[in-house]
């Protein structure tokens, strides 16, 4: 099975940056759906940006702009670059995949199907 490990997370001022990666072992990155998700205490999990294995990235709209989705297929990661981070950020953030490209489509967190433990970001105001 896949295995999804996260890092990069940490703590910033708004208006910062951050970018996280997610280590992939037991399949490859670039054959799947990959994207990365959010869940912050008492809310549902959310999508963030995915990118499918035609390398096709799409963005939700809470981070859109701000945020940068890429795969290094050599390194076998998923990427995420976040800039002019707010406080709304504040989060446990989650790379997951799919073998389904469709879902990164309608990029609902129950389509996917391997998930990482989580790095958490904090942006103080």
């Known amino acids: 099975a896949q295995v999804l490990v996260e890092s990069g997370g940490g703590s910033v001022q708004a208006g910062g940056s951050l970018r996280l990666s997610c280590a992939a072992s037991?399949?490859?990155?670039?054959?799947?759906?990959a994207g990365w998700f959010r869940q912050s205490p008492g809310k549902e999990r959310e999508g963030v940006a995915s990118?499918?294995?035609?390398?096709?990235?799409r963005y939700a709209d809470s981070m859109k702009g701000r945020v940068t989705i890429s795969k290094d297929n050599a390194k076998n990661t998923l990427n995420l670059q976040m800039n002019d981070l707010k406080a709304a950020d504040t989060a446990m953030y989650y790379c997951?995949?799919?073998?389904?490209?469709?879902?990164?489509?309608?990029?609902?967190?129950?389509?996917?199907?391997?998930w990482g433990q989580g790095t958490q970001v904090t942006v103080s105001s």
């Open positions: 997951a995949t799919t073998t389904v490209n469709w879902y990164c489509v309608i990029f609902r967190a129950r389509e996917f199907t391997h």
């Open positions: 037991g399949g490859r990155i670039g054959s799947s759906c």
């Open positions: 990118i499918d294995s035609d390398g096709v990235v």
